[in-house]
């Protein structure tokens, strides 16, 4: 198993920039695929980005793609989610999440983390 703490949400406003940090502890990190999820107020959960084991493959929603970016740092067992020129859309609570079998769906990712709470302001 893996077990995922975020941390770096925060209150800010449009325009501006946040990096989220997903930390793991357990076993390998470099074994799982990571993905950042997010659900927004009265919404579903929905993907944001993932990135493979070795961070030479990323994929990305559309409604992000462009201004955000998702990095890892295995010999840190972290992966990131830097997130530029933010808008009000993009507020919700940020969840990491890690899968051995998966890309994209929720429904892959057996490991969760409590999830950030990422506000922007207009």
């Known amino acids: 198993q893996v077990q995922l703490l975020e941390s770096g949400g925060g209150l800010v406003q449009a325009g501006t920039s946040l990096r989220l940090s997903c930390a793991a502890s357990?076993?390998?990190?470099?074994?799982?695929?990571m993905g950042w999820f997010r659900r927004a107020p009265g919404k579903e959960r929905e993907f944001v980005a993932a990135?493979?084991?070795?961070?030479?493959?990323?994929d990305y929603a559309d409604s992000v793609k462009g201004h955000f970016t998702f990095s890892r740092d295995n010999a840190k067992n972290t992966a990131y989610l830097q997130m530029n020129s933010l808008k009000p859309e993009d507020t919700a609570v940020y969840y990491c999440a890690a899968t051995t079998r998966g890309w994209k769906t929720i429904g892959q990712y057996p490991y969760w983390g409590q999830g950030t709470q990422v506000t922007v302001s207009s």
């Open positions: 357990g076993r390998t990190f470099s074994s799982y695929t």
């Open positions: 990135i493979s084991r070795t961070g030479g493959s990323t």
